[in-house]
């Protein structure tokens, strides 16, 4: 072969490496807390998440999502990239008392109102009782009647009972040995809280105008805390002391017993709605 033959195939291999497509490149770095995983592969996994939290009767822990992945599958972030991929449709993905959920978007839900079950309403004295317990958590009876300046009937708390809002977390190391209450996740899930720390504090409750501008000097909110263990001041249920010395007071009343519910919205001891 020529010396000139020899330049030509050198200048054709040159052209032809020329026209090669370079290789697709990231147009940005992975921040360190992402694995680079194939598209294919990625796009399976949101799907498997997709399938299983559409399922779900009801919010799933992350825990429980994890069970159907391989070990050391960081299920945080490929729930945190479905929710981005949600936050703009129809259904979000939120979470509501640690757990995740599909949950119509807040701009959207005027369209369901139509296809809602309607719900009885809870009197004054029922709301009240509800946001002294979950403020003031753990809580007794008389705490409660305290706090509002009226007697509170024991209808009012078996309402909160039985829509599983409350629960009677133990009893107060105290004379009498007063039940003491607290709130439940279905509490969380009902108002769309992920923890009871979100509860609207100080600022947000002025801001609402559900309190007064002019609040005495030192008045501060109460840090709520649902948390499960028993504090030092408080006792199982299970120990129960004899019967007839008046420690079962506060405990629901069984079904059948007691006034009928009145429609009264005053607070008093007949506000059982």
Do not use: C
């Amino acid at each position: 072969m020529t010396a000139n033959q020899l330049d030509r195939v050198a200048e054709q291999a040159e052209d032809e490496a020329e026209t090669e497509s370079p290789m697709p490149r990231m147009p940005f770095k992975l921040p360190s807390n992402v694995m680079a995983l194939p598209s294919a592969d990625r796009r399976e996994k949101l799907r498997i998440l997709e399938a299983l939290l559409f399922a779900a009767p009801e919010p799933i822990a992350t825990q429980a999502l994890a069970l159907h992945f391989a070990e050391g599958e960081d299920v945080t972030a490929l729930l945190e990239e479905l929710q981005g991929a949600y936050a703009h449709r129809g259904v979000n993905l939120v979470r509501v008392a640690g757990k995740w959920a599909f949950r119509t978007a807040d701009d959207l839900s005027f369209l369901l109102e139509r296809h809602a079950t309607e719900q009885r309403r809870l009197s004054r004295a029922a709301l009240e009782t509800l946001a002294i317990i979950a403020y003031h958590q753990p809580v007794t009876r008389a705490e409660i009647e305290e706090i509002r300046g009226v007697s509170t009937s024991k209808g009012t708390l078996d309402v909160l009972l039985e829509t599983g809002w409350i629960r009677l977390r133990g009893r107060r190391r105290a004379p009498g040995r007063p039940v003491t209450y607290g709130t439940t996740e279905r509490f969380l899930e009902h108002f769309g809280f992920d923890a009871i720390q979100d509860l609207p504090g100080l600022g947000e409750l002025k801001g609402a105008g559900l309190l007064d501008s002019t609040l005495p000097p030192g008045f501060s909110m109460p840090s709520p805390d649902d948390g499960h263990h028993l504090r030092d001041d408080e006792e199982p249920l299970e120990d129960e002391p004899p019967l007839g010395d008046g420690e079962d007071d506060d405990l629901p009343e069984e079904a059948g017993e007691g006034d009928a519910p009145s429609t009264d919205d005053d607070g008093d001891k007949d506000d059982r709605d």
